[in-house]
């Protein structure tokens, strides 16, 4: 039972370069969501999914882009990076709210 | 916008004293709160949650609900080094989705 699983774990990205960030989970949970997690900081929802093909914005959404075609695959797409998407970024999924589960995280860096 | 404000750290305590972790939250209609560990370098991992008034113990950890004063708090009994991480309080209303408001966290430092 893998839970979720994120890739890549690191990347380094040219400003203006983008990418997708890749997050599948093997529990069959209908939420899904994205965080991102600034040094010293809590965590901020970018993007969330309740079910395939049904997203919507989080708290920090500007420069991304979701999309969620499946219910075990919910893909985090920038479009042209720039310094301050630098940050780790967290998939977790749920299925009655009583927590989540995380994947390990991708640390992003953009120069 | 929701606001969830945990105190300043970084907290220390010695090996075997109580750890205490607090937060307080904006919104009324919040409903359930969590607490997260955090080791450096890893992902969050739940600890434990609460959405009754009260307490609520399981092991070592203890959380506190009031709702009146919208406040929650996680009490840590025999603090361990191991249990050297950040903790992050987060909470979540009954319409949200699941969608989780985080504080900023506390690094708490257990020394022998």
């Known amino acids: 039972n893998a839970g979720v699983t994120q890739t890549p774990k690191f990347r380094i990205l040219k400003i203006g370069q983008s990418m997708t960030l890749q997050c599948a989970q093997d529990?069959?949970?209908?939420?899904m969501y994205w965080y991102r997690q600034d040094p010293g900081m809590g965590l901020k929802l970018i993007y969330y999914?309740?079910?395939?093909?049904?997203?919507d914005k989080g708290e920090v959404p500007n420069g991304y882009n979701v999309s969620r075609s499946t219910t075990e695959d919910f893909p985090l797409r920038l479009e042209l990076a720039a310094p301050s998407q630098t940050s780790v970024y967290f998939c977790?999924?749920?299925?009655?709210?009583?927590?989540?589960?995380f994947g390990s995280g991708t640390r992003l860096t953009v120069v | 916008q929701k606001e969830v404000e945990q105190n300043s750290g970084p907290l220390s305590v010695p090996e075997g004293a109580i750890a205490s972790l607090n937060c307080t939250y904006s919104?009324?209609?919040?409903?359930?709160f969590f607490w997260y560990r955090q080791y450096s370098g890893k992902s969050p991992e739940l600890i434990m949650f609460?959405?009754?008034?009260g307490d609520k113990e399981d092991g070592r950890f203890t959380a506190q609900l009031n709702k009146a004063s919208q406040y929650v708090s996680l009490l840590i009994r025999d603090s361990q080094p191991s249990d050297s991480a950040t903790y992050l309080c987060?909470?979540?209303?009954?319409?949200?989705?699941?969608?989780?408001?985080f504080g900023q966290g506390t690094i708490l430092t257990v020394h022998p």
């Open positions: 977790a999924s749920t299925s009655q709210g009583y927590g989540y589960t």
């Open positions: 529990m069959n949970h209908n939420y």
């Open positions: 999914s309740v079910g395939a093909g049904i997203t």
């Open positions: 919104d009324r209609g919040s409903q359930s």
């Open positions: 609460i959405y009754s008034n």
């Open positions: 987060a909470e979540t209303g009954g319409t949200s989705y699941g969608k989780l408001t």
